[in-house]
């Protein structure tokens, strides 16, 4: 079992950067796949970046690729999302998950899920 707790939202002008961390807990942490997700107000469940379970591979979504980098350290059991130049329209919660396997951009893929953290951009 993997437990998630996301921490390093705030408030940032637009051109800015945060970075998002992921703590993971659980025995089993470094065989999962994990993945970056966002919500916005009146928007569906987005993907944003995912990494393999040892971090040879990642996968970005279109709108943010150039600008967001995701790391883990498996030793920590922490994942990463590095933002930067942000936009307004990066402003959602930010939910960091886990799964089983490969990478998957399709959030039903996940097993576990944290409870999110604000990122807010203005412009």
């Known amino acids: 079992q993997v437990q998630l707790v996301e921490s390093g939202g705030g408030l940032v002008q637009a051109g800015g950067s945060l970075r998002l961390s992921c703590a993971a807990s659980g025995r089993t942490f470094s065989s999962y796949a994990m993945g970056w997700f966002r919500q916005a107000p009146g928007k569906e469940r987005e993907f944003v970046a995912a990494?393999?379970?040892?971090?040879?591979?990642?996968y970005y979504a279109d709108s943010v690729k150039g600008r967001f980098t995701i790391s883990r350290d498996n030793a920590k059991n922490t994942v990463r999302l590095q933002m930067n130049s942000l936009k307004p329209e990066d402003t959602a919660v930010y939910y960091c998950?886990?799964?089983?396997?490969?990478?998957?951009?399709?959030?039903?893929?996940?097993?576990?899920w944290g409870q999110g953290t604000q990122v807010t951009v203005s412009s």
């Open positions: 990494i393999s379970w040892g971090g040879g591979n990642t």
């Open positions: 998950a886990a799964r089983a396997g490969g990478t998957s951009s399709k959030d039903h893929d996940y097993n576990y």
